[in-house]
């Protein structure tokens, strides 16, 4: 199973960007989908996640309010809407899926935000 990432790159403070996560390689029975990041000299970050249905999220504090998890309908997909990004949100972002044996992750995608 891989994982790709896609969707940073830069932008202005207040600003928004959408990541997207697509599972390819293998048939996923998935627990949960979501979302890491690690910033420069950083521990990583839980920042989202989405039970199998879609219907139980979960957000780390820091984005509470600002970030949105979805599933594509085909639930191979996870996509993070972030809006009124902050200099603290820029990161590496790493998608990942939990099944009930392991966990895949994703490349990571770089999400830098300028002030």
């Known amino acids: 199973v891989q994982l790709q990432a896609s969707g940073g790159g830069l932008v202005q403070a207040g600003g928004s960007l959408r990541l997207s996560c697509a599972a390819s390689g293998g048939t996923i029975s998935s627990v949960a989908m979501g979302w890491f990041r690690q910033a420069p000299g950083k521990e990583r970050e839980f920042v989202a996640a989405?039970?199998?249905?879609?219907?139980?999220?979960y957000y780390g504090d820091s984005v509470k309010g600002r970030f949105t998890i979805s599933r594509g309908n085909a639930k191979n997909a996870v996509y993070l809407q972030m809006n009124s990004l902050k200099p603290e949100d820029t990161a590496v972002y790493y998608c990942?899926?939990?099944?009930?044996?392991?966990?895949?992750w994703g490349q990571g995608t770089l999400v830098t935000v300028s002030s």
């Open positions: 990942y899926v939990r099944t009930l044996s392991t966990t895949y």
């Open positions: 989405i039970g199998w249905n879609g219907g139980i999220t």
